[in-house]
Each structure stands twice: as structure tokens, then as C-alpha cells.
């Protein structure tokens, strides 16, 4: 399709109209690999189609998004944050209903739809090795915490956020669907045995260097910053045992001055063409129903929806409810 005739049939499928917006708006993410995908798809084609200048902002910092909130300073319009944080602000009265009448959520996975938040994409916390650095790769969660068959360093993310916990347990032999609530006790007291050898990832771009080096040549990643890495000529050894499922949120903060462009905004961010773009882009799943259509069906086996035969469902809900409680002992662990 000529790129003037994809243009003219993304403005008609989101209900854009040329210039349709004067101001300019500010979509925030996370930066790197996975934020320059997004412009290129989402920001670029709403751009070209409305007329509507996007600016790119990051990385996403709820307590600057709550402050902007609070103060009536809100300067983001669309922001991409984590799953369980878009329930907890949703319900916390952070964010603006999103507009179903201008984005169709009858075309998106229901799992990750709510009244304040669509799927952005959706991941997978996988098992990442550098083949070239190691005599042999962890398979699963257990040989990943297990020091005597896997010496060395081993990197996992540094936030409090679904993933990390649900590893532990696993690890431990917690049973899949024995997983919520999370014994975090259990938890961990798992984690206590590997800590001495955990190097810290605070973004995707630090895992993709921490592996790349061999500083920790083997943790778990996102799923898409492993397929990037790979690209750029890394040995890289991805296991999907058990993968840990969440997904990224659109969401609006309250109080933004440019409701109606952002809903348009996201309305193309998770249409069928702009989520297959992505995902063919980044390696990570499109949230659109109708876009494994369009993607080649070679690299549809490689993502994380793909992935399901041994796959654990983070639960957003249960992390809404105990993200507070769970953040203040992970943060007073780590610094013990």
C-alpha cells in the first residue's frame, strides 16, 4: 500500500480529519528501542494523518504524573505505564475514562481493557542468556536461582512490579495456579539465596547492556529487548518456561488539555495496522485482535501470545490492590 493511500485509510478508520487539531501533545514512555518503535508507528502516522505535532517525553515517573494531577499542571497527554499501576491510578482518580465511542475496544484483547486504560503492547519476563559468556543457560526459574548449577551474576528488574515475585515462588515450586495470592514470605526468603549475586536493570536499555557485556551474563528480561539485542549480532538464548505475562496501558492523565487528541491518539496507537507494525518492530505482542493477520507468520511464533502452553498471567487486579504494601518491603529488602 503507497504510504498516501495507508495515510488516507488510517484517517478514516480513527476518525481523523487534517489539521484537525492546532496544539501540540506530549506522549510519554519509557525511552529507548521500545519509545522510538512508538513514535515511528503510533506518533508518526497520527501525526501525518491529523495534523496534530506529537512530542515525545520520558521516561514515564508516576510521581511526577500524580503531582501534575494534583497541581492542575498536567503536561502529558498520553502516557505509557505498567498494567497494575493504570488499574491503581484508574481507581485512585489519576486519569481521565477513556472515550469507547473514538477507540473501539471491541477489536482489543479484553484482558488488558479497562474504563481508564487499553493495552499498549504486551510482554513477556522471559529467561535471557548470553550463550557466549556461559558454559551452559538456565532453562527455567529454578536452575535461574539456583547458584550451584548457575554460578555468577544474574540481573532482574529493579522496580516493584509483577515478574520478579511470581519468579521466586516458581522457583520455590509453587504450583501455577497456586501463584495469588502471592506468599510473599515465601518470596523472599527465595530471594534471600541469590541476592548477594543479583545485579539490578532499571530499564530495558540497562538489561540489553548488562547482558550484551556478560556483567550478568544471564537474568530476566523483557521478552522484546531480548529479540533487539539478538539483532544487533548478541548471542542471546531466550527460554519461555513459564513465562510472566503483563502488559504496558495507554492511559490519560486527568486534567490534560488535549482530551480529544489523545483519544484519537490512542485510538490509532491500538489500531490492528499500527499494533502489527510494532509488534513486527519491537517483539512484543499486539494487543489487537485483528492484527495477526496482517504480521508474517514466522515471526507471529516468536512472540509472547504465542507462548502459552506453560504461560503465568500476572494478576493485575491482585497487584493494584497490593502494589503500596508490596513496593515499601521490596525497597527496605533491596536496601538491607
Not at 538464548?237 to 487528541?261: F, H, Q, R
Request: proline share 3%.
Amino acid at each position: 500500500m503507497q504510504k498516501s493511500a495507508f495515510i488516507a485509510l488510517l484517517a478514516a478508520t480513527v476518525g481523523l480529519a487534517s489539521n484537525a487539531f492546532a496544539a501540540d501533545m506530549v506522549f510519554t514512555s519509557w525511552g529507548g528501542t521500545t519509545q522510538d518503535a512508538q513514535k515511528q508507528h503510533w506518533a508518526d502516522t497520527f501525526s501525518a494523518a491529523s495534523g496534530t505535532n506529537v512530542t515525545q517525553d520520558g521516561p514515564t515517573d508516576y510521581g511526577k504524573l500524580k503531582a501534575m494531577v494534583e497541581s492542575n499542571g498536567v503536561a502529558w497527554d498520553v502516557v505509557d505505564v505498567e498494567g497494575d499501576y493504570a488499574v491503581q491510578a484508574g481507581n485512585a482518580g489519576l486519569l481521565e475514562k477513556l472515550d469507547f465511542s473514538v477507540i473501539d475496544k471491541s477489536k482489543l484483547d479484553p484482558r488488558f481493557v479497562t474504563d481508564y486504560s487499553v493495552g499498549s503492547f504486551y510482554y513477556s519476563f522471559v529467561i535471557g542468556c548470553n550463550k557466549d559468556a556461559v558454559d551452559a543457560c538456565p532453562k527455567s526459574w529454578a536452575d535461574l536461582f539456583d547458584l550451584a548449577k548457575f554460578p555468577g551474576k544474574r540481573t532482574f528488574y529493579k522496580w516493584s512490579a509483577p515478574g520478579v515475585m511470581e519468579m521466586a515462588l516458581l522457583a520455590d515450586g509453587v504450583p501455577l495456579d497456586k501463584l495469588y495470592p502471592l506468599d510473599l514470605d515465601r518470596a523472599f526468603k527465595k530471594l534471600d539465596t541469590i541476592k548477594s549475586e543479583i545485579v539490578w536493570w532499571d530499564s530495558g536499555a540497562q538489561s540489553q547492556q548488562l547482558l550484551a557485556s556478560a556483567e550478568a551474563p544471564f537474568g530476566s528480561f523483557w521478552n522484546g529487548r531480548l529479540t533487539a539485542l539478538a539483532q544487533t549480532g548478541v548471542s542471546v538464548e531466550t527460554s519461555w518456561t513459564n513465562n510472566i505475562t503483563a502488559a504496558d496501558a495507554l492511559v490519560v492523565p486527568k486534567g490534560t488539555k488535549n482530551k480529544d487528541a489523545a483519544m484519537k491518539f490512542i485510538a490509532n496507537a491500538t489500531s490492528a495496522k499500527a499494533q502489527a507494525d510494532f509488534a513486527t518492530t519491537t517483539g512484543y505482542a499486539p494487543i489487537n485482535l485483528d492484527s495477526a493477520a496482517l504480521m508474517d507468520g514466522e515471526l507471529r511464533k516468536t512472540l509472547p501470545d504465542m507462548q502459552a502452553d506453560t504461560q503465568v498471567n500476572a494478576d493485575m487486579t491482585y497487584w493494584a490492590a497490593n502494589r503500596d504494601e508490596i513496593g515499601t518491603r521490596w525497597y527496605a529488602w533491596q536496601a538491607k
